[in-house]
């Protein structure tokens, strides 16, 4: 696996024209999914057949340079800062919204009686 990642690595950057060190590579992130089935049929007894499925998985492999690491975590240090002040409006206007559904409940079942 690890072989054909760093293949992989050099044949992309001569391809787009990147200089790319491979003894500076790192595994970024590592993903298995689920991936297609396969259903298939195996012989049983007295004539009969059983179903069953072949099971394959999706790998993906993200490797990345130790040098961009850096850069990175230079970008990500400037971004949360917006990012957590969206999320406060949102949370407070779902909160908003519990109390009002809330207080509506209550009027309905005295109405009914």
């Known amino acids: ?23 500076n590579l ?4 590592a993903v298995a999914n689920e991936g297609p089935r396969m259903k298939r049929i195996r012989p049983a007894p007295m004539g009969r057949a059983f179903r069953y499925q072949r099971r394959l998985a999706h790998i993906i492999v993200t490797v990345a ?14 971004t949360p800062a ?13 909160k908003a919204a519990v109390k009002k559904t809330a207080a509506k409940k209550p009027a309905a079942k005295k109405a009914a009686k």
């Not at 917006?82 to 779902?94: E, H, Q």
């Open 26 to 29: 790192y595994v970024r992130t």
């Open 65 to 78: 340079e130790k040098k961009q690491l850096t850069a990175i975590s230079a970008a990500a240090d400037s």
């Open 1 to 23: 696996m690890q072989r054909s990642v760093v293949e992989d690595a050099t044949y992309v950057s001569q391809e787009q024209g990147l200089d790319v060190d491979v003894d």
């Open 82 to 94: 917006p990012a957590a002040k969206k999320t406060t409006k949102k949370a407070a206007a779902r």
